[in-house]
């Protein structure tokens, strides 16, 4: 496609709801990156994926953060059991490849009431 | 480890103007950076990169930045500012070993009239 695309583009979920949000990078982009921006914050990493290989997810705040990629392409962030402090923007960003620069999609705004 | 500092988190200009969003990092090494510029429920969009090849950055929309190692800087500028440049900028480092970006706090840019 012509950019990252995200869905849904915002999900309101029930405390204790999972969620899944879904990102379909650029056709052919290898790295896809997930972050979380909370309100008047910048993005902070949450997880990274070279083709399905998720090799660094350092940044995902808790067991209830999961993310997978199995084929590659599209990827999807799953939030088990929300919680408030889960509420902020998440932002799917691709790269073809290591040099090149990150493309970002409009994000999904979750929140949790 | 990576970091980057927005020095203001909100910068107030009049029309015409110049724009002078300040940026320091702290690496080890000699850093790629970058600037974001995310306006109101849009996604990030690429302004200007910096990799080694020049001090003196250009981007786009008239923006420009310069690295200077000497004052761990890399601040944005434009000479005369646009009403539609009102956005919030993060200025943005590489994180070398997966390529994963560390982003500063950000900073709301305002253009008065």
């Known amino acids: 496609g012509a950019g990252v695309s995200q869905s849904p583009r915002y999900k309101v979920a029930k405390r204790g709801q999972d969620v899944a949000l879904r990102c379909d990078p650029i056709s052919g982009h290898v790295s896809l990156f997930w972050y979380q921006q909370a309100l008047g914050q910048g993005p902070e990493f949450l997880t990274y994926?070279?083709?399905?290989?998720?090799?660094?997810k350092s940044g995902l705040p808790s067991d209830r953060f999961f993310a997978e990629r199995p084929e590659g392409s599209v990827s999807t962030l799953k939030i088990q059991r929300t919680q408030q402090e889960d509420s902020a923007v998440y932002l799917c960003?691709?790269?073809?490849?290591?040099?090149?620069?990150?493309?970002f999609g409009n994000g999904t705004r979750l929140t949790v009431t | 480890a990576q970091s980057v500092t927005q020095l203001d988190s909100h910068v107030s200009v009049s029309e015409g103007t110049p724009v002078l969003l300040r940026c320091n990092y702290s690496s080890s090494y000699s850093p790629s950076l970058f600037w974001y510029v995310q306006h109101p429920n849009k996604g990030l969009q690429l302004l200007l990169k910096?990799?080694?090849?020049?001090?003196l950055v250009k981007g786009i929309n008239g923006f420009e930045a310069e690295f200077k190692k000497s004052e761990t800087s890399f601040h944005l500028t434009k000479p005369s500012a646009h009403m539609s440049d009102a956005a919030e900028y993060f200025c943005v480092a590489f994180s070398g070993n997966t390529g994963k970006l560390i982003f500063g706090q950000g900073t709301t840019l305002q253009v008065k009239p």
């Open positions: 994926f070279q083709n399905e290989a998720q090799l660094d």
């Open positions: 910096y990799t080694s090849a020049a001090t």
């Open positions: 960003a691709s790269r073809q490849g290591v040099n090149s620069p990150l493309h």
